[in-house]
T-cell receptor, first 114, second 112 residues
């Protein structure tokens, strides 16, 4: 069965320092993978997506993620955190069947200190 | 238009009320979804409509009744809800599996 694990429930960084949010998935094949961000009391916004075209994916607001099949990882990074990056981040693989389902990770809350 | 629009943004209803949530998109997406999100939790899938037909019902109680009148519109009819149904209800749409999903900003529902 497919599953996704976000390894940290909370990550705290100082403004201007790098961000690393970790995600591991388990699947018998390489699924489509997404990172979504949710600011407080808001809906979800697509940050970036991996769909097997390129292993390094660039997204909005300076975020990027690298798909590593050997490690079954899809970690999200940003070189320099901004206060506005404080939010909840979800790693989301697509279901292996044709159901159009998304499988949400438990989420990582990013805190950015001034 | 690249948005999913949900109305109302906030809704307070009593346990005997009947209300509806509305979701609209004009991106030509053929799959539409309802998700429920409790505080500090990830969204949970409720229903999936594909080409205006209900394709997935994740064992949702019958007090929630979805409806897809056309390819741009998705409704969620609510009746006899319980306080534990209070949550953020998110609508989403997608063109295909690889394109990602566009979410609305949600309806914050409080059942009193």
């Amino acid at each position: 069965a497919q599953s996704v694990t976000q390894l940290d429930s909370h990550v705290s960084v100082s403004e201007g320092t790098p961000v690393l949010l970790r995600c591991n998935y388990s699947s018998s094949y390489s699924p489509s993978l997404f990172w979504y961000v949710q600011h407080p009391n808001k809906g979800l916004q697509l940050l970036l997506k991996y769909t097997s075209a390129a292993t390094l994916v660039k997204g909005i607001n300076g975020f990027e993620a690298e798909f590593k099949k050997s490690e079954t990882s899809f970690h999200l990074t940003k070189p320099s955190a901004h206060m506005s990056d404080a939010a909840e981040y979800f790693c989301v693989p697509e279901a292996a069947d044709s159901s159009y389902k998304l499988i949400f990770g438990s989420g990582t809350r990013l805190l950015v200190r001034p | 238009d690249t948005e999913v629009t949900q109305t109302p943004k906030h809704l307070v209803m009593g346990m005997t009320n009947k209300k509806s949530l509305k979701c609209e998109q004009h991106m030509g997406h053929r799959a539409m979804y309802w998700y429920k999100q409790k505080a500090k939790k990830p969204p949970e899938l409720m229903f999936v409509y594909s080409y205006e037909k209900l394709s997935i019902n994740e064992s949702v109680p019958s007090r929630f009744s979805p409806e897809c009148p056309n390819s741009s519109l998705l409704n969620l009819h609510l009746h006899a809800l319980q306080p534990e149904d209070s949550a953020l209800y998110l609508c989403a749409s997608s063109h295909s599996k690889d394109y990602g999903y566009t979410f609305g900003s949600g309806t914050r529902l409080t059942v009193v």
